[in-house]
C-alpha cells in the first residue's frame, strides 16, 4: 500500500513538474510557401497561452491565438479564446501529445519543435494580466474582468504580448508584442509586431512600473504619445 501510494505522488509531481517546464517562451522558425522567413513564438503562464506568428524580416503580423491550457499527463488540452485565422475555433478544446525538455518543446501532432527563448526570468511580470482599471486625476477607474471583453497581456521572462478579444462575439481587436525588460522600476518594451499598425515595429517604449497589493501600476506614455496610467491584475 504504502509502495502504490509512493507511485501515486511521484506519478502526480512529475506531471506537476512537467507542466511547469512549460512556463516560459518559447520559438520557432521556419519558411513560408512564398520564401519569406516566419518566426512563431509561443508564451505559457499559469493557466494561459499565446502563439504568434510573424516575419522575422519586417514584423508584419501574421497570426495569433490562445486561451487557457492544461496538461493530463503529456498531453496539452488547450481552450481557445482568440484566434485570428479561425474564429470558428474559439470556445472549443483542443488536445495534442507534447514532449518537454530544458531546451525543446515538441508539439507532435503539429510536428513543430520550439526552442526554449526563458523559463519565466529575469522579468518581474511573468504572468496572465487583465486590464482591470486605469487611474485618471489620481483617481482609480476599475473594472469587471469577468466579462467576455478582455485585454490580456502575457508575460514570460524576456517576452510579452498583449491581445484584445471578445470571446463571446468572437472579435478580435488588436495586438502587439515583443521583448520586455524590468530594471530600477522601469518598465521597457521593444516592439517586434503590432497587428493595427506596423510601422510601430521597432520602437522602444519605456514606463514606470510598480507592483501594489499584487496590482500592476503602468504608467507613462502610449505608442501614440498619449499619457497613460493603467492598472493591471493577474489573471486567476
Known amino acids: 500500500m504504502k509502495k502504490l501510494i509512493t507511485i501515486v505522488v511521484f506519478t502526480l509531481l512529475s ?32 493557466g494561459y497561452n499565446v502563439v504568434t506568428t510573424y516575419n522575422a524580416d519586417t514584423g508584419e503580423f501574421i497570426h495569433s491565438k490562445g486561451g487557457s491550457w492544461k496538461l493530463e499527463g503529456r498531453i496539452l488540452i488547450e481552450t481557445i479564446e482568440f484566434d485570428t485565422k479561425n474564429s470558428e475555433s474559439i470556445g472549443q478544446e483542443f488536445s495534442t501529445t507534447i514532449t518537454i525538455s530544458k531546451t525543446v518543446f515538441n508539439h507532435i501532432n503539429d510536428e513543430i519543435q520550439f526552442n526554449r527563448i526563458d523559463n ?10 487583465l486590464m482591470s482599471g486605469r487611474v485618471i486625476n489620481g483617481k482609480s477607474q476599475l473594472r469587471d474582468t469577468s466579462g467576455p471583453r478582455k485585454t490580456m497581456k502575457i508575460m514570460s521572462g524576456t517576452r510579452f504580448q498583449w491581445i484584445a478579444y471578445n470571446t463571446e462575439t468572437k472579435k478580435f481587436m488588436g495586438t502587439g508584442g515583443g521583448t520586455y525588460t524590468t530594471k530600477n522600476g522601469k518598465y521597457t518594451e521593444n516592439i517586434e509586431f503590432f497587428s ?33 496610467h493603467e492598472v493591471w491584475r493577474l489573471r486567476e
Do not use: M
Open 196 to 228: 493595427r499598425d506596423n510601422s510601430r515595429v521597432g520602437a522602444s517604449l519605456e514606463f514606470d512600473y510598480n507592483l501594489d497589493n499584487g496590482d500592476w501600476h503602468h504608467s507613462g506614455f502610449s505608442s501614440k504619445g498619449d499619457p497613460l
Open 120 to 129: 519565466g526570468e529575469p522579468g518581474k511580470l511573468q504572468g496572465a494580466w
Open 15 to 46: 506531471f506537476g513538474a512537467y507542466a511547469q517546464n512549460l512556463i516560459g517562451a518559447w520559438e520557432n522558425y521556419y519558411t513560408s510557401e512564398s520564401g519569406e522567413k516566419l518566426k512563431r513564438v509561443a508564451i505559457f503562464s499559469e
